[in-house]
Every structure is written in C-alpha cells, then in structure tokens.
C-alpha cells in the first residue's frame, strides 16, 4: 500500500467536523491532485468512525482515524502525538491544518516534534517544483508575504477559514483505523469540565448572514442598534478593527485581515469605510449591503446594495420591514 503524502487534519467537536477543515481539504484535494498523489486526511477522536465518511465528500481517498478515549476531548499532549505518528507512518509530504484556536495549537506542537517549518494563517497555497508557497498577511493586514517551505518534510500550514473554498469532490474512499499507543497517566493535563459558552452567539465564520459595524457608529453603543439588526436577521455580529481598536466591541468579532476572514451570504457594513484589510476579510460574501453617508466610501464600490444614508435612521426602519416579512410568512 502507498503512503499518502497529502494529509489534512480534520478538527472535531463531539464527532461533528468543522466546515473549516472541509474547506481545508478541498484545498488538499486541488493540491494532491497537482502532485498526482493521494490525500489524506486524519481524524482523531472517541467514537468518530463513523463521521470519518463525511471526508469523501470533499475528495479524500483515505481518512485515517485513531479512535482512543484519550482523545475524547482536545489536548495538545495526546493529539500532537496521534497527528505525527500518521503523518511519520505515511511518510507525509504535506500536512494541513484549518487555522481555528485548536488547530494552530495543534499545528505548531506537531511541527516542533517533527522538526519542520511551519506556515501559520495562510490564506493561499501555490507549488512551485513541488514546494508550497504559502501566502499570509502581515504589518496588520497591510502587507502580504510569500513564505517558501525549507527541504525538510512535511512541509506544514494552517489555513485561514473562509479563505479557500469548499467544493464537493465525492470520492470512494477508505476509511483506516490507527492504533497509536497513548496513556492517561502520562499526559500532564486533564479535562475536568466543558463550559460552552453562554449566549448562544452565532461563530462568525459560520454565518450565513452578519452584520458588521464600524467607526461610523459614532459610539460603542451603537453596536445595541447592530445587534437588533442581526438578532432579526438570526446574523452574527461582526465589526471592523477601528470599533476594536475603539474598545465598543471585542476582538473575536473583529472581520480583516487581522481579525476574521468571513464569507457569509449575505454581509450588512453598516458605517464601514472599507479599509482594504476589513475587504480582505470579507470581499467573498456572496451579497453585500452597505450602509453609509458618505457615498465615496470605499465599501460602497464594492457593494451589492449600497444605501447612502444615516444607518441610525436606514437600520430601524430595516428591522421594521423585515419584521412585517417574517410576519407575513407565518
């Protein structure tokens, strides 16, 4: 049996895997393909086999699972021991990780183990003779960089979600058990209990709709209007690095370059200027609505629907009609 030199590590939560590792592995699967190889993916975990199918869909040809109850929820110790024993066992060439928290820990614990660079938040990946070029943003957002991958293997990135897209590529694929030898009492930590987070706040970078505020707001509690906005529409909330910068709303809402790049259907910029890197983040949006008073704004130009107006006056009476909408279709 051939190693499969792409892998891509598929993140889980409770056997559900993220759509930003599908996403990862569409991206693997245009790559193995370039390279004329298999691709892989990994998936680690308690009781997962049967959601290592799903990696089919997306183009895997082997999804290699190491199924321990060790791995029952997310530590560094265990998984970076389980990700290099597959990526060592198939003599990997390339291994992918989605750019979420787990997975940039994850990626960078692995790397040092096996000795290799590693490219973080990439947002494209190109082969040149056979080497990824990884490219990634720095200088908050300003500036964008090509990173060239040394001669020792695998070669290793994480990906930016929202930054590669997901294409379906059903293949029939073989799901592979792996046993790797992992030990409660020699892992340094231990999961005593899981606080999900209180609020039931939308993930930005699953959103099929947000809605974003700005500067433009004029004050922090602006952002209530916005939230009215996006609890109407079921939207995330999402802001811009100024409002961050600001201190009227928190990082984890911050879309950019520096923040979150996002891909929703539907992107309301409400007193957004368009900065480039705030576009960066989220230009991909299948329709964006902007809302601003003045009409050279910069994310005007690049709007679907650009309403040049007062958003404290435009966002109320939006509420309204939408309100009379989702009325009407009860």
């Known amino acids: 049996m051939s190693n499969t030199k792409v892998l891509v590590y598929l993140e889980q939560n409770n056997g559900t895997i993220s759509g930003a590792s599908f996403e990862v592995l569409s991206g693997g699967r245009k790559i193995a393909d370039e390279l004329s190889v298999e691709l892989g993916a990994v998936l680690l975990g308690k009781g997962i086999e049967e959601s290592a199918k799903e990696a089919f869909k997306y183009g895997a ?3 290699f699972v190491v199924d321990n109850e060790v ?3 997310y530590r560094s110790e265990p998984y970076a021991v389980a990700l290099e024993a597959v990526a ?3 003599e990997a060439e390339i ?3 989605p750019a979420t928290q787990n997975g940039k820990d994850l990626a960078a614990r692995v790397a040092a183990k096996l000795g290799t660079g590693l490219s973080s938040d990439t947002t494209a990946i190109r082969l040149e003779d056979g080497k990824m070029v990884c490219s990634r943003p720095i200088y908050g957002g300003n500036v964008m960089i090509d990173l060239e991958t040394p001669e020792k293997r695998p070669q290793m990135a994480t990906i930016r979600p929202n930054s590669m897209e997901r294409v379906e590529a059903p293949k029939e694929g073989e799901v592979v058990k792996v046993e790797v030898e992992l030990v409660e009492s020699d892992i340094r930590t231990q999961v005593k209990e899981l606080i999900e987070k209180a609020g039931g ?3 930005l970078t699953d959103a099929d709709i947000i809605v974003s505020g700005g500067r433009g707001l ?3 509690s602006g952002f209530d209007l916005i939230k009215q906005l996006a609890d109407t529409l079921g939207a995330a909330v999402g802001a811009s690095r100024a409002a961050v910068d600001a201190g009227w709303i928190p990082y984890e809402h911050q879309v950019g370059q520096t923040g979150k790049t996002v891909s929703p259907k539907v992107y309301f910029a409400c ?3 368009g900065a480039l890197q705030h576009m960066a983040g989220m230009k991909t949006s299948d329709v964006i609505v902007a809302i601003n008073k003045d009409e050279e704004a910069p994310i005007m130009s690049v709007a679907d629907v650009a309403i040049v ?3 404290y006056k435009v966002i109320p009476v939006l509420i309204e009609e939408f309100n009379k909408l989702f009325e009407s279709r009860k």
Request: net charge negative.
């Open 201 to 203: 706040e939308i993930s």
């Open 309 to 311: 107006g007062d958003l």
């Open 71 to 73: 791995l029952s929820a």
């Open 271 to 273: 007193g957004i200027s």
């Open 88 to 90: 060592k066992e198939q």
């Open 95 to 97: 291994l992918l990780l």
């Open 218 to 220: 004029g004050d922090p």
């Open 61 to 63: 040809d082997k999804v």
